[in-house]
């Protein structure tokens, strides 16, 4: 799925968020940049075993991880640039 298709999936989920709990998993971080709160789950190897954990992320963690989902970097400069559009488009939607 492409950059335009993924936004629009992510203010229809938004819009459908609106009157229903949704919950989505995703990779895209155009569609991620929509929701109310965003979780970032993590696994680990644990020897013979696989951990996994969940944390909900705050604003500026969700900078890092949509900035991570966008470049594969979370220091990229353009990426974090491009995360704060993507969480401020989010914004505008619920605002308008």
Do not use: C, I
């Amino acid at each position: 799925m492409g950059g335009e298709a993924a936004v629009a999936v992510g203010q229809a989920l938004a819009r459908l968020g609106d009157e229903r709990q949704v919950l989505v998993v995703t990779h895209l971080p155009q569609v991620a940049a929509f929701a109310d709160a965003q979780v970032q789950v993590v696994k680990e190897d644990a020897g013979d075993r696989v951990v996994a954990q969940a944390a909900k992320l705050t604003e500026a963690d969700r900078v890092v991880e949509l900035s991570r989902m966008l470049a594969g970097d979370a220091d990229s400069a353009a990426a974090r640039k491009h995360a704060k559009e993507l969480l401020a488009a989010g914004k505008r939607r619920k605002a308008g």
